[in-house]
């Protein structure tokens, strides 16, 4: 089994100075701004963790004789690690979730509305008794079709 190739790795650091510093502030770090030495030395500790953690994967997607590296494989190189499995795990879930949640609403405002309103139970009848409502001609005659139709069915054609 041959060992991934490893990219030149560029010069100076890897992550926004700004994003250490406060991922540093975060966890403990009294000085203010943290000294520039420390946010270099967490900058090429984190993106050799990286590298080592896809070199790891790409080994067990070559070691099932697979070319590309999947998510699960990052997921059994993590198998070990309970703490960041299951912060991976739980990522993954809030991402298929909101996916989901894209997915049923639709860009456009009726549509939102509509969506909105059938989930809080509001029907088509409702919709239009509002529309009726706004005093506008078409509602004008809908109202008397209605009145029309319900007075036709109230009566009895005896024979």
């Keep these: 089994m041959t060992e991934p190739r490893m990219r030149q790795r560029g010069k100076g650091p890897q992550w926004e100075q700004r994003d250490l510093e406060s991922f540093l502030v975060a966890y403990g770090d009294t000085s203010r701004p943290p000294l520039r030495s420390t946010v270099l030395t967490l900058d090429e500790i984190i993106t050799d963790y990286i590298i080592e953690t896809c070199h790891e994967a790409a ?33 993954l879930e809030t ?6 949640k894209r997915k049923t609403i639709n860009l456009d405002e009726g549509n939102v509305v509509r969506s909105v ?15 009726d409502e706004e005093g506008d001609e078409e509602g004008e005659r809908r109202r008397k079709k209605k009145k029309g139709k319900k007075e036709d069915a109230g009566t009895v054609v005896s024979g």
């Design 117 to 131: 309103e059938e989930e809080a139970g509001v029907g088509k009848k409702k919709r239009k008794e509002a529309v």
């Design 95 to 100: 991402d298929k979730e909101l996916k989901m």
């Design 59 to 91: 080994a067990v997607a070559s070691h099932a004789r697979r070319q590309k590296i999947k998510l699960d494989d990052f997921k059994f190189m993590l198998r070990r690690d309970t703490a960041k499995l299951g912060r991976v795990s739980e990522l």
